[in-house]
């Protein structure tokens, strides 16, 4: 839904809550969600009216976060930065796709889906690759073991752990630089030891990696960079 406040343009979507104790207006990235108690009859629109200025300061942010949004196209010879290096859309005969010094897409299974598809496909291969190999360096060093290793899709989270050590990982980090990548496996790792975000778990992570801290910066101020299809945000702005 759109609202219309000092002449900019507030893009918002409305929940009912039964959990929820009062109203509130979170921050989407590109968007707000009012969240209203379902006893309420508070409207979502004058609350966002009611919250003008500080309504008005997040917008200036989710239109920062809309410019980051690399426009890449899903295409044969487009140019797609995977794990900081560019590399371009080939499509050619072969068996299956693969990340090497380009992204190479197999002629066939093209043709049954789509290049968006198989692109889709084969990061999320390279990311399993990545968060494999990564998570098992790091653990062998702290003598730790994960269970297993889940490679997801998901808006906001980048990893997390599980109280039955098994990690997770947001594919979409592959469209980030490597650094970054292990960072949040390092994250993830030091999870298995300390469950919290403790003096004990961050002194592991530095152990791990080091660089953690602009690491963690980037993925705060960079993650428009690792849209994978800024079309799936369009839908939610309508
Ligand atoms: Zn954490």
Avoid at 44 to 49: D, G, Q, S, W, Y
Avoid at 65 to 82: A, H, Q, S
Avoid at 104 to 119: C, F, G, I, P, Q
Wanted: net charge positive.
């Amino acid at each position: 839904m759109r609202l219309e406040l000092d002449g900019e343009t507030v893009r918002y979507t409305t929940r009912t809550s039964s959990k929820a104790q009062k109203p509130n207006i979170r921050s989407k990235k590109t968007y707000f969600e009012v969240v209203i108690p379902e006893k309420s009859a508070l409207k979502a629109e004058n609350l966002l009216k009611r919250k003008k200025n500080w309504v008005l300061r997040i917008r200036k942010d989710h239109e920062k976060y809309r410019e980051k949004i690399p426009k890449r196209l899903f295409m044969e010879g487009e140019n797609w930065r995977v794990l900081g290096e560019q590399k371009e859309i080939r499509i050619e005969s072969r068996k299956t796709g693969k990340v090497d010094d380009d992204i190479l897409l197999a002629e066939h299974l093209v043709e049954r889906t789509s290049v968006k598809y198989r692109l889709k496909q084969v990061l999320k291969d390279e990311a399993r690759n990545i968060f494999e190999y990564k998570s098992d360096l790091y653990t062998d060093r702290i003598a730790e073991d994960y269970e297993k290793i889940f490679v997801r899709d998901q808006t906001t989270r980048w990893g997390s752990c599980s109280r039955k050590k098994n990690l997770n990982f947001n594919w979409r980090l592959v469209l980030g630089p490597q650094r970054v990548v292990d960072y949040v496996v390092a994250h993830e790792v030091a999870h298995l030891v300390h469950m919290n975000h403790g003096e004990e778990f961050w002194v592991l992570v530095e152990e791990l990696h080091p660089d953690h801290r602009s690491s963690k910066d980037w993925l705060e101020q960079n993650a428009a960079e690792l849209t994978f299809d800024p079309e799936s945000l369009r839908l939610l702005n309508r």
